[in-house]
Nanobody, 124 residues
Framework: VQLQASGGGLVQTGGSLRLSCAASGRTFRSSVMSWFRQAPGKEREFVGY????????YYADSVKGRFTISRDNAKNTVYLQMSNLKPEDTAVYYC??????????????????WGQGTQVTVSS
């Protein structure tokens, strides 16, 4: 499976952005999909995940109530809607897929495939 992330950009504090991650390959629909982010000089951080059907989501405390993950299995795409953005949200955002359970979703090492990342910059 290949992932292509898009939608990043520059936004002011309090603004919104929607990231997309388009997948090719048959295993997308059976994969748990997640978003991670990595700021300069910091480790990659878990943002949240969505179950295969989209019926379950989970978010890191740092984004809960501001970010929403959704997916459209007919389009092989997962989304990250970000609202009320803060300067500390500035990072490269990555989508990732786990085709079969291989460990807790918050750990980046458990994922089979990754997108290339898209930059989000929030100005103060």
């Amino acid at each position: 499976v290949q992932l292509q992330a898009s939608g990043g950009g520059l936004v002011q504090t309090g603004g919104s952005l929607r990231l997309s991650c388009a997948a090719s390959g048959r295993t997308f629909r059976s994969s748990v999909m997640s978003w991670f982010r990595q700021a300069p000089g910091k480790e990659r951080e878990f943002v949240g995940y969505i179950s295969q059907s989209g019926g379950m989501t989970y978010y890191a405390d740092s984004v809960k109530g501001r970010f929403t993950i959704s997916r459209d299995n007919a389009k092989n795409t997962v989304y990250l809607q970000m609202s009320n953005l803060k300067p500390e949200d500035t990072a490269v955002y990555y989508c990732a897929g786990q085709s079969s359970y291989s460990g807790p979703y918050r750990y980046a090492t458990t994922y089979d495939y990754w997108g290339q990342g898209t930059q989000v910059t929030v100005s103060s």
